[in-house]
């Protein structure tokens, strides 16, 4: 099934001191670009957030204001696009493949989305596969999507998830990186 990928990069790394998560090398690529190299088989690929340099070409968009949230940047990113799915990444997946996105698409099925579990078994909506229907409903109903909960923007929809996987373990420090493979992060502007 044809699916859109948006990505969602605009965050303010407020845990790395101002480093661009985004742009966090580990094993010879960014963060940002281990994402868009899982993402390749999509129709099209949106990144919402400011514009950096990629491995492949992409289009972008910010949110208005830039900084108004992850769902703002949700809202943002499925203006892009036509197909009937949306897989929704959030740039710090640095363990996310080709086959996971795979996965993620066939996974929805008869439900509105379909999610990757991460290793703790925490629900990962931002490394999740959706309907477009149901998406766009789900921005409607939340209305102004500025600084909006994402958990509130996914409350109503049928989800489904996977098993616990590595591959929704998100990056939200230096230990996340650090205890996963340290021999290989690289820290740029440290």
């Given at each position: 099934m044809e699916f859109d990928a948006v990505v969602l990069a605009g965050g303010g790394s407020t845990r790395f001191g101002g480093v661009d998560k985004a742009l966090l090398v580990l094993d010879g690529l960014s963060l940002l670009d281990r994402v868009l190299t899982?993402?390749?088989a999509a129709r099209s690929t949106v990144v919402v957030?400011?514009?950096?340099a990629v491995c492949r070409p992409v289009e972008w968009t910010r949110e208005e204001p830039?900084?108004?949230g992850p769902v703002a940047g949700i809202a943002a990113g499925i203006a892009v696009g036509q197909a009937p799915i949306v897989v929704l990444?959030?740039?710090d997946l640095p363990w996310i493949t080709a086959a996971e996105v795979g996965q993620l698409v066939e996974g929805v099925g008869e439900h509105d989305g379909f999610g990757l579990l991460d290793t703790g078994s925490r629900e990962q909506w931002l490394a999740a596969a959706y309907r477009r229907t149901a998406l766009v409903a789900a921005l409607?109903?939340?209305g102004d999507p500025q600084n909006q909960s994402v958990r509130r923007l996914f409350l109503d929809?049928?989800?489904s998830w996977s098993a616990p996987t590595r591959a929704?373990?998100?990056?939200?420090?230096?230990?996340d990186l650090d205890d996963q493979n340290p021999s290989t992060t690289d820290q740029p502007g440290l």
């Open positions: 899982a993402t390749i957030g400011p514009e950096r830039a900084g108004g990444l959030s740039c409607q109903r939340i929809l049928d989800l929704g373990d998100d990056v939200d420090s230096w230990a």
